[in-house]
């Protein structure tokens, strides 16, 4: 049971890194002047969820749930 611990831990570092680089990858959510005057209503802003954005936020969503997951199951210590 050591060698899938050691898979686990191994997978769990890969999927931290990860997640540090999307979280950095991805656009801050102030909205900053455009909201004052009306430019937060544009086709980028109402079609956020089917672009770029939209798909690492969906990422990271899962990744962190992963990531949770697996810090359960390490410190389960049952391997």
Same mark, same amino acid.
């Given at each position: ?54 798909? /690492?936020?969906? @990422?990271?969503?899962? !990744?962190? %749930? $992963?990531?949770? /997951?697996?810090? @359960?199951?390490?410190? !389960?210590? %049952? $391997?």
């Amino acid at each position: 049971m050591g060698a899938l611990r050691i898979v686990l831990t191994v997978i769990y570092i890969i999927i931290s890194i990860a997640l540090v680089v999307l979280v950095l990858m991805q656009e801050g959510k102030s909205a900053g002047l455009g909201a004052i005057s009306g430019m937060a209503e544009t086709y980028w802003g109402k079609n956020k969820g089917r672009s770029m954005e939209g798909k /690492l936020v969906k @990422i990271t969503t899962g !990744l962190a %749930v $992963f990531f949770l /997951l697996l810090s @359960i199951v390490l410190n !389960l210590n %049952v $391997f």
